[in-house]
Nanobody, 128 residues
Framework: QLQASGGGLVQAGASLRLSCAAS????????MGWFRQAPGKERRFVAA????????YYADSEKGRYTISRDNAANTVDLLMRSLKPDDTAVYYC???????????????????????WGQGTQVTVSS
């Protein structure tokens, strides 16, 4: 089970940190990802982190602005978002990869099919 939190209403240019708490699975053995879904649009990849935390991946539009991190002792994965823009407005979902101890290429991390457990989502709204 995954529980996402930290969303809210912020102004453009602000920063926000999302957090995802995991339970019921051996969290440190699974890679994790963040996706977002804007109204009327498909869910799309934002960032991912390998099970070890050694490798991180980002969508091109988020590189340099977003940072994904994990704390395997606390069973959490965070997404720090900086310089937020109105286009970042969406529901953000955290997800756990389906295979333990796996390393993938960037395309696989960005596919929703790689993940089998999803959090409930947290709303991020950025005003101009």
């Amino acid at each position: 089970q995954l529980q996402a939190s930290g969303g809210g209403l912020v102004q453009a240019g602000a920063s926000l940190r999302l957090s995802c708490a995991a339970s019921g699975r051996d969290f440190p053995r699974y890679c994790m990802g963040w996706f977002r879904q804007a109204p009327g649009k498909e869910r799309r990849f934002v960032a991912a982190i390998s099970w070890s935390g050694k490798y991180t991946y980002y969508a091109d539009s988020e590189k340099g602005r977003y940072t994904i991190s994990r704390d395997n002792a606390a069973n959490t994965v965070d997404l720090l978002m900086r310089s937020l823009k109105p286009d970042d407005t969406a529901v953000y979902y955290c997800a756990s990869c389906s295979r333990p101890l796996a390393y993938y290429g960037s395309e696989t991390y960005s596919s929703t099919a790689t993940y089998d457990v999803w959090g409930q989502g947290t709303q991020v709204t950025v005003s101009s």
